[in-house]
């Protein structure tokens, strides 16, 4: 239970900063700015990490949680407890936000501003190496451990940075699911559902190819 309780707060946080500065942002005019929604993000990601880490290894998204479980680094059995933590944590985020700006319509969805097709092979792309980071620092040695908040928490800001103005840079179905079912504009959210999972199962094989030997 405590780990379900840690990634419900986990992502229940990673949605309420992110999206949001996204609404804030929206309310004030272009206050916080693009480059502001993407370090907000990169931050709370960071954050819930070194906050949640030890307790559930502060997954904070289905698509990572799914990609941890087929290459046989999570128990398969926590899964959908897992999920469900995740995706409740992120509806309550996105009602608070829903009561606290009643008037934003949008909520911090994900969009494509392009074609659907351009936005999927971004988002496809953009988990497959957040992914392979995750791998990397979550697995690696102690010493990449340490810095696995700050490696994790960059490389979100930095693809949200270049990739969100086209795609949004979800890389997280509950990021997107949450905000586009209060909102009701759920026309694009199969891609954020779905390319995510993609990527991240993707960077399995690469992963354990490019990897050095035990």
Same mark, same amino acid.
């Given at each position: 239970?405590?780990?379900?309780?840690?990634?419900?707060?986990?992502?229940?946080?990673?949605?309420?900063?992110?999206?949001?500065?996204?609404?804030?942002?929206? *309310?004030?005019?272009?206050t916080?700015?693009?480059?502001?929604?993407?370090?907000?993000?990169?931050?709370?990601?960071?954050?819930?990490?070194?906050?949640?880490?030890?307790?559930?290894?502060?997954?904070?998204?289905?698509?990572? #949680?799914?990609? !941890?479980?087929?290459?046989?680094?999570?128990?398969? &059995?926590?899964?959908?407890? =897992?999920?469900?933590?995740?995706l409740?944590?992120?509806?309550?985020?996105?009602?608070?936000? &829903?009561?606290?700006?009643p008037?934003?319509?949008?909520?911090?969805?994900?969009?494509?501003?392009?074609?659907?097709?351009?936005?999927?092979?971004?988002?496809?792309?953009?988990?497959?190496?957040?992914?392979?980071?995750?791998?990397?620092?979550?697995?690696?040695?102690?010493?990449?451990?340490?810095?696995?908040?700050?490696?994790?928490?960059?490389?979100?800001?930095?693809?949200a940075?270049?990739?969100?103005?086209?795609?949004?840079? #979800?890389?997280?179905?509950?990021?997107? !699911?949450s +905000?586009?079912?209060?909102?009701?504009?759920?026309?694009?959210?199969?891609? =954020?559902?779905?390319?995510?999972?993609?990527?991240?199962?993707?960077?399995?094989?690469?992963?354990? !190819?490019?990897? *050095? +030997?035990?």
């Open positions: 239970m405590r780990k379900y309780i840690a990634e419900l707060l986990g992502t229940y946080a990673l949605v309420f900063a992110g999206t949001g500065a996204i609404i804030i942002n929206q *309310e004030t005019n272009g916080i700015t693009h480059m502001g929604i993407a370090i907000t993000f990169g931050l709370v990601v960071m954050s819930m990490i070194y906050t949640f880490g030890n307790i559930s290894g502060a997954h904070l998204n289905p698509a990572v #949680s799914i990609a !941890f479980t087929m290459a046989k680094r999570f128990p398969a &059995k926590l899964l959908v407890l =897992y999920i469900g933590s995740q409740i944590g992120a509806l309550l985020a996105s009602l608070t936000l &829903k009561f606290l700006f008037h934003n319509s949008m909520l911090g969805s994900t969009m494509p501003s392009g074609s659907d097709m351009q936005s999927f092979i971004l988002e496809v792309i953009l988990t497959f190496f957040l992914m392979l980071v995750i791998f990397n620092v979550a697995h690696g040695s102690k010493e990449q451990g340490m810095f696995a908040g700050i490696a994790i928490g960059a490389v979100v800001a930095l693809e940075l270049f990739a969100g103005p086209v795609c949004g840079a #979800s890389m997280n179905p509950a990021r997107s !699911f +905000p586009a079912i209060v909102s009701g504009h759920m026309n694009s959210l199969w891609i =954020y559902l779905v390319a995510p999972i993609i990527g991240a199962v993707m960077a399995i094989p690469v992963f354990n !190819f490019i990897k *050095e +030997p035990s």
